[in-house]
C-alpha cells in the first residue's frame, strides 16, 4: 500500500506534515481513527490504511526508518528494493516456460518520461529515488508502478513450474493498436487458459456491476481486458478460460472475488498474494485441459503472439 509509487505517504493518510513533532503526530493519528471508525460513518478501508500509517511512523525508530527509505529525511535513500528493476534469478528450480519482458515496456516509457520532467541538461543521478519519484507527475508514477506490479505478477507465475507457460507484455491483434493497450500476461496450464492484467492504483479498490471501481481507477479496465483477450483468441485461433486481475494485497477486501461473467468471459480478481491458488485450481465452473489441448494451443499462441 504504501511502498506503490501511486500511494499516498503515511504522512499524508494521517493528514500532517512530514516535519510534525511527535505529540501533534499522535493526536493527528486518534483524531483519522475516530474520523475513519466504520462505527461512526467512516471507510473501513481508510481505516485499515491509518492504522497502517500509524505502524510506519508512530515510533521514532519506525519513522526514521521510513523517511530515509521514502525520500523524507535529509540522510539519502538506501539502496532499496522495488522501484529498481530485479536483479537476475540465480537458482536452478524448474520454472514455467516464460517469453516476453514483464513490465518492460512501461519501464523504459518510465526512464523516459521522468527525464524529459527533470528537463534537458539534468543529470539524474538515480531515476527511482524516492523523492523524486514522488514529486513527478501522477502519469509518470502509474508508468512505474505499473511496471511494478507486472514484475510482481511475473515473479510469482515463474514459480507456477513447468506446466505452465507464460507470455508477458503481449501487444493487441490489430495492426497500429496503442501499444498501452496491451494484455500484461498470458498463462496457459492444465486449469486452463488465462489473460491476466496487473495494476496497482495506489489504494483501495472496489468492485460495482463487473467493474473496478476506486479513486485511481480510469475507465473500465475489466471490459477492456476482456476485449483485447477476444481479439488475441480470434487471431490464434484458441479460447480462454476466463480472465484475472491481480491487485496488491493491501487494496483489496477478499483476496479472491470470482464476479462472473464479463462479456462471457468468466472474470476473477485477486490479491497478489492468492494468484498461484487460482492458476493452480482454476477459476470455478472452467474446464481443465489436458496434455495434447495443451500443446495444441501453445503451439497456436507462439505463432500468434507479438510483443509491446
Known amino acids: 500500500m504504501f511502498d506503490s509509487p501511486l500511494s499516498a505517504s503515511a504522512y499524508e493518510v494521517l493528514g500532517v506534515d512530514p516535519k510534525v513533532d511527535e ?19 467512516g471507510d473501513a478501508a481508510v481505516f485499515i490504511q491509518v492504522q497502517r500509517a500509524w505502524e510506519l511512523v508512530g515510533t521514532a525508530d519506525a519513522r526514521s526508518a521510513y523517511d530515509r527509505g521514502h525520500g523524507f529525511g535529509e ?67 502509474r508508468l512505474l508502478a505499473d511496471a511494478l506490479a507486472e514484475e510482481a505478477t511475473a515473479r510469482i507465475v515463474a514459480d507456477l513450474g513447468m506446466g505452465y507457460t507464460v507470455w508477458h507484455d503481449v501487444a493487441p491483434s490489430a495492426r497500429g493498436a496503442d501499444p498501452d493497450a496491451k494484455i500484461d500476461h498470458i498463462v496457459l496450464g492444465p486449469s486452463g487458459l488465462y489473460g491476466l492484467l496487473s495494476e496497482d492504483f495506489g489504494g483501495p479498490v472496489g468492485l460495482r456491476r463487473g467493474e473496478l471501481v476506486g479513486d485511481g481507477v480510469d475507465g473500465a479496465p475489466i471490459a477492456s481486458l476482456v476485449a483485447r483477450m477476444r481479439g488475441l483468441a480470434r487471431a490464434a485461433g484458441v ?70
Open 75 to 141: 540522510a539519502p535513500a538506501p539502496e532499496w528494493s522495488g522501484w529498481r528493476a530485479p536483479a537476475p534469478r540465480t537458482d536452478t528450480r524448474p520454472r514455467a516456460r516464460s517469453y516476453g519482458h514483464p513490465g518492460g515496456w512501461r519501464r523504459e516509457r518510465y526512464l523516459t518520461l521522468i527525464r524529459e520532467w527533470a528537463g534537458r541538461g539534468v543529470t539524474l543521478d538515480d531515476p527511482y529515488d524516492p523523492a523524486l519519484v514522488r514529486s513527478a507527475p501522477q502519469q509518470v508514477r
Open 239 to 308: 479460447r480462454f478460460s476466463g480472465a484475472i486481475v491481480v491487485l496488491p494485497d493491501d487494496d483489496v477486501l477478499q483476496v479472491i472475488d470470482e464476479i462472473g461473467k464479463v462479456k462471457g468471459t468468466p472474470v476473477a480478481v485477486v490479491s497478489r498474494g492468492a494468484l498461484s491458488t487460482v492458476l493452480r485450481r482454476g477459476i470455478t465452473g472452467v474446464r481443465a485441459i489436458g496434455g495434447n489441448e495443451v500443446f495444441d494451443v501453445r503451439t497456436r499462441l507462439q505463432q500468434a503472439v507479438r510483443f509491446a
Open 23 to 41: 505529540e501533534s503526530l499522535r493526536k493527528a493519528y486518534r483524531l483519522r481513527l475516530r474520523q475513519t471508525h466504520p462505527d461512526t460513518g
